[in-house]
């Protein structure tokens, strides 16, 4: 969503975005147009007159589970938030829980209080650095 028109969302779809994922997104661009909806959420620009680059993963219960804000310099991780997404769905399949960079079939944590200070004889990620 984003202040764009209409008029602009079907172009960049049809040239630029139909270039980056083949066919371009399976679902609706919407406009924000005057910047109500980034307002609510807090990401509306009202100097500039537009909604900054903002990301929110809502679960079916509508209880916002993440947020995410970028500067329109950089670019947001699409590989990222589809990560995030299927975490959060199996978290709320098996009440389990995601370390950092989990990807689905790796190993997951199981809360409880003997966990608590352990987690490092559990979990062994691989360093980022």
Known sequence: MSVDS???????QEEELSKMVK?????????DSG????????????????DIR???????DGIIQ?????????GRNVAELIRQVKAFQHVRK?????????????????PSPALAGKVWKVWKPKSAF
Not at 94 to 110: A, D, F, H, I, Y
Request: aromatic letters at 10%; glycine letters at 16%; one cysteine or more.
């Open 6 to 12: 209409r008029f602009s969302h079907k172009i960049w």
């Open 23 to 31: 066919g371009g997104v399976p679902y609706p661009m919407l406009t």
């Open 35 to 50: 910047g109500r909806v980034g307002s609510v959420y807090g990401v509306y620009d009202d100097e500039a007159g537009v």
């Open 54 to 60: 903002g990301r929110f993963i809502i679960d079916p």
């Open 66 to 74: 993440a947020v995410e804000t970028v500067a329109p310099p950089v």
């Open 94 to 110: 098996t009440g389990e829980v995601c370390p950092s960079g989990w990807q689905p079939g790796k190993p997951t944590l199981k």
